[in-house]
Each structure stands twice: as structure tokens, then as C-alpha cells.
Nanobody, 122 residues
Framework: QVQLVESGGGLVQAGGSLRLSCAAS????????MGWFRRAPGKEREFVAA????????NYADSVKGRFTISRDNAKNTVFLQMNSLKPEDTAVYYC???????????????WGQGTQVTVSS
């Protein structure tokens, strides 16, 4: 069982940066691939980024490539999403998720956090 708690959301102007954190409970955190998703108002939840259990592999949605960076600290049971050059269309609730592999975490994660709001003003 893995419990996930996101933090770091807030209000930022276009062009600014935010760093989201996702703290995981449980001794098995390092066995899980981790992902970030988002849901904008009136839209479906969409994949943003994923990272393998070791941190050696990462995937990104085309819409965030070159602007967002996912990383993890297994010693601190935490995964991060560094978001730079933010745009108003990045406004959404951001969720972290966990699954056994990076392929599965992109599609059908086993665990979800409750989300943190990111609002980008123009």
C-alpha cells in the first residue's frame, strides 16, 4: 500500500516556475515507478510525466517537454515535478501516481494522490 500526498501548487504568472512535490508513505516506494497527471477545468485527466523506480528513465507529454522535469529522491520517498516557463494552459489540478512500471504508471496507476491546484495567470 502506498499513500501519496502532493504539495507545492499555487498561483504563478505566465513564464514563472513552480516545483511540485509528492511524498509517499511505505517502505516500498523505491519499487514503484511514479507519474504526474493533471486535470484542467472541463477536461479529462491527462498524463504529464513519468519516472522509473531507479530514476533512469523518464517520459513526458509533448505539451510539457523541455519545460517540465520529473525527478525522485528514493531516500526521502519523494518525487518532484519542476515546472518552468508556465503557460495559462498549464492551469490544472496536478496528481501524482504510482505503479510497478513506467509503462503501467502512464496508463493505469495503482495509487493516486488527492491533487494540488496550479493556476497560471496571463
Amino acid at each position: 500500500q502506498v499513500q501519496l500526498v502532493e504539495s507545492g501548487g499555487g498561483l504563478v504568472q505566465a513564464g514563472g516556475s513552480l516545483r511540485l512535490s509528492c511524498a509517499a508513505s511505505g517502505r516500498t516506494f523505491r519499487r514503484y515507478a511514479m507519474g504526474w497527471f493533471r486535470r484542467a477545468p472541463g477536461k479529462e485527466r491527462e498524463f504529464v510525466a513519468a519516472i522509473s523506480w531507479s530514476g533512469g528513465s523518464t517520459n513526458y507529454a509533448d505539451s510539457v517537454k523541455g519545460r517540465f522535469t520529473i525527478s525522485r529522491d528514493n531516500a526521502k520517498n519523494t518525487v518532484f515535478l519542476q515546472m518552468n516557463s508556465l503557460k495559462p494552459e498549464d492551469t490544472a489540478v496536478y496528481y501524482c501516481a504510482a505503479a510497478p512500471t513506467i509503462v503501467v504508471v502512464r496508463t493505469t496507476p495503482d495509487y493516486w494522490g488527492q491533487g494540488t491546484q496550479v493556476t497560471v495567470s496571463s
